[in-house]
C-alpha cells in the first residue's frame, strides 16, 4: 500500500536516508501521517503531535514540513503509538492511532506492538511486509482539538519569572512555572540559595518609650483556655496608660511603625487585596482583618462552589495562605466559608503582586443560589402500582426536596411499562415540573425498564452510574429544560445516598458529566453509621 503520494519502496528508500534504517515505528508513522493528512480540510498551517518518541516523529519529519526546530512538532511521550495533526491557528485536527481490534489478522504487528515476539526472533522483512500490506486499515481515528499550550505562539510569547522558583518560563503557563506545580520531575531538590527576604527594616522601642508610636500588628493577649480579641490592634496609638497593660503581656520591647516602606506590604493591606481577589457573588467578607486575618462568610442560602485547582495554585505562592469549605457545601446565610492572610507580618511588593495575578482571572469561590424547583415524583413498580406493596418512596423524596425549599407539583405511580413510564413523565412535566425524580426501574433486571420510558420521553445527555456508596445505581438527565434523576432503591434503606449529594448541585444549576461524577468517588463512601450526622460527616467531602 503506498505511503500518501509515495511509493513503499520509494517512503523505505527516503526513510533509510533520513535516519539509517528502517524502523517498524517510522513505517506505521509513516501510514499514520498519511491517513491523517487524508482526513484534515486542506487550509491553513498544520503542527503534528506525537505520543511517542519512537519512530512517529521521524516520519512527520519525513513526510510533513512540521519539524521540532520550526516549533511544528511536538512530542508528548504518553507511550503510544498515536499522533495527530492539527491547524495551528485553531488546535482542530485528526488524531489517528493503532486499533488494536482491527489487529487480529496481522500476527507480526501484534508481536511487535506487545512485544510478545523477543526481539531476537523477530523478523524485520516480514514485519515491515506485514505494515505494508496492512496499511491503513489497522488504524482508527478520531476528531480533536488540542491544548492551547500547543497553538501557534504568537512572536513575542511572553516570558515570565516563576513567584515560587525565581526561574524563567513562558508566561501562557500562568504565574507559577509547570516545574513548581505537579509537573515536576524532581522527588526533591536542596538548594544552596537562601530566602534572604525577612521584611522592612523594624524599630524596636522599649515599652516605656512606647507612649505616641502605633501598633505594628494586633496583639493577643494569650490565657490558656480563655479566647479573646486583640488587646491592642494593629494601627493603635499607644496611650500611658497602656504602658502598664503591655508589661503585664509580659512586652519588654515592641516594633512600632516607622513610615511606609515601598518595597514591602503590611499583612492587613495585603489580606483586603486577596479577600477581594478571592470572593466571588453571594459571599461577603469584613474589610478589617483581625489579627492579619479576613473570614468569608455566606451571604445567601445556597451551594459553595470553589475553583479548587485555582485554589491549589494560590495557596503554592510564598507568603501567602487561604482555606476553606469543602466544593459543594450547602451551606446557610452568614456561615463562614473560608479565611485567607498573609503569612509574614509583611509580604514583599513583589510577592504580593504575583498572588494577586493568580487572582486575575476572576474570584476562587463563590455561593451559587438554589433554585426553588418544582418537583415530580415518579415510581415505577407493578407491585407498587396493584397495591401490593404501599410506596415510600415519595415520602421520602418529598421530605428531601421540600428541605430544600421546593415543591412537589405532581406524584405518579405508574407499573413496569415502557408506554406508561412515558405517559406519566409527560404528564409530570405538563403539571408544570421542572425536575422529575423517578424512584427504582434503574437496575439490571429486565422488568427495570424506567430508563426505556425516560428515552421515549426524551431523555438526553444523560450519565448513569456514579461511584457512590449508597447510590450507584443513579441516572441524570434532562427533557429539554426538565432536569431528570433517577433515584436508586437504596434511597428506601439508607438516610443519605447520592440523591442527597447530587440534588444540591442540581438545583444550583452545576452541569454534571460524567468526569464530575468519577471525581465523587474519592469521599463518596458513606460509613452508614447508626446515627447518621450528614452533612457533619466524610460522605460527599
Ligand atoms: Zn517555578
Not at 515505528?25 to 519512537?54: D, F, H, N, W
Not at 513575542?156 to 520531575?185: F, H, L, M, N, Q
Not at 432503591?489 to 438516610?495: D, E, M, N, Q, S
Amino acid at each position: 500500500m503506498n505511503i500518501g503520494t509515495l511509493t513503499f519502496e520509494t517512503f523505505l528508500e527516503k526513510s533509510a536516508e533520513f535516519h539509517g534504517e528502517n524502523t517498524p515505528g517510522v513505517v506505521i508513522g509513516g501510514y499514520m501521517v498519511a491517513l491523517a493528512q487524508s482526513l484534515l480540510p486542506e487550509r491553513g498551517e498544520y503542527a503534528a503531535l506525537v505520543e511517542t518518541p519512537k519512530g512517529l516523529a521521524d516520519a512527520v519529519q519525513l513526510l510533513t514540513p512540521c519539524t521540532v526546530g520550526n516549533g511544528g512538532l511536538k512530542v508528548v511521550n504518553l507511550g503510544k503509538y498515536a499522533l495527530s495533526l492539527y491547524d495551528r491557528e485553531t488546535g482542530e485536527g485528526v488524531r489517528v492511532r493503532i486499533d488494536t481490534d482491527r489487529l487480529e489478522a496481522w500476527e507480526e504487528i501484534r508481536g511487535w506492538l506487545f512485544q510478545t515476539t523477543e526481539a531476537s526472533r523477530r523478523d524485520r522483512d516480514a514485519l515491515l511486509l506485514e505494515i505494508c500490506r496492512a496499511g491503513t486499515s489497522v488504524l482508527g481515528s478520531e476528531t480533536v482539538r488540542v491544548e492551547e499550550r500547543f497553538l501557534k505562539k504568537s512572536p513575542i510569547a511572553s516570558v515570565s519569572i516563576c513567584a515560587v522558583c525565581k526561574e524563567a518560563y513562558p508566561g501562557a503557563d500562568g504565574g507559577i512555572c509547570r516545574g513548581c506545580r505537579r509537573d515536576t520531575p524532581y522527588a526533591s531538590v536542596t538548594s544552596p540559595r537562601e530566602d534572604t527576604a525577612s521584611g522592612p527594616s523594624l524599630t524596636a522601642v522599649a515599652v516605656e518609650d512606647a507612649v505616641g508610636r502605633k501598633a505594628l500588628h494586633d496583639m493577643t493577649r494569650i490565657e490558656p483556655g480563655v479566647s479573646k480579641g486583640p488587646e491592642f490592634t494593629s494601627g493603635q496609638e499607644f496611650s500611658a496608660g497602656d504602658i502598664c497593660r503591655l508589661q503585664k503581656m509580659g512586652r519588654n520591647t515592641i516594633f512600632v511603625e516607622d513610615g511606609d516602606d515601598p518595597d514591602w506590604v503590611h499583612e492587613n493591606d495585603a489580606v483586603k487585596g486577596f479577600a477581594a481577589g478571592l470572593a466571588g457573588e453571594g459571599i461577603t467578607f469584613d474589610d478589617n482583618p483581625e489579627e492579619g486575618k479576613i473570614t468569608f462568610t455566606a451571604d445567601r442560602d445556597g451551594l459553595f462552589v470553589l475553583d479548587s485547582e485555582r485554589l491549589e495554585t494560590f495557596n503554592l505562592y510564598p507568603d501567602v495562605m487561604c482555606a476553606t469549605r469543602h466544593n459543594h457545601t450547602v451551606v446557610e446565610k452568614g456561615r463562614p466559608v473560608g479565611g485567607s492572610r498573609a503569612i509574614p507580618l509583611h509580604i514583599s511588593r513583589e510577592r504580593y503582586e504575583g498572588a494577586m495575578g493568580a487572582l486575575e482571572e476572576g474570584p476562587v469561590f463563590r455561593i451559587l443560589p438554589m433554585r426553588k424547583a418544582r418537583v415530580g415524583i415518579l415510581v415505577t413498580g407493578t407491585e407498587v402500582f396493584k397495591g401490593l406493596i404501599k410506596d415510600r418512596f415519595i415520602p421520602i423524596v418529598r421530605g428531601k426536596v421540600e428541605k430544600l425549599g421546593c415543591t412537589v407539583v405532581k406524584t405518579a405511580v405508574t407499573p413496569d411499562d415502557t408506554a406508561m413510564i412515558t405517559k406519566s413523565v409527560n404528564e409530570l412535566m405538563d403539571a408544570g415540573a421542572d425536575l422529575v425524580v423517578t424512584t427504582a426501574g434503574l437496575s439490571v433486571d429486565p422488568d427495570d425498564v424506567t430508563r426505556a420510558g425516560l428515552v421515549d420521553a426524551g431523555l438526553t445527555d444523560a450519565v448513569y452510574g456514579a461511584p457512590l456508596l449508597p447510590g450507584t445505581m443513579t441516572l441524570l438527565g434532562r427533557i429539554g429544560s426538565v432536569q431528570v434523576m433517577g433515584v436508586p432503591a437504596c434511597a428506601l434503606f439508607f438516610k443519605t445516598t447520592s440523591f442527597d449529594l447530587l440534588l444540591p448541585r442540581l438545583l444550583a444549576g452545576l452541569s454534571i458529566r460524567k468526569i464530575d461524577l468519577a471525581a465523587m468517588g474519592e469521599g463518596g463512601f458513606c460509613l452508614n453509621c447508626r446515627s447518621c450526622t450528614y452533612p457533619k460527616c466524610p460522605f460527599g467531602k
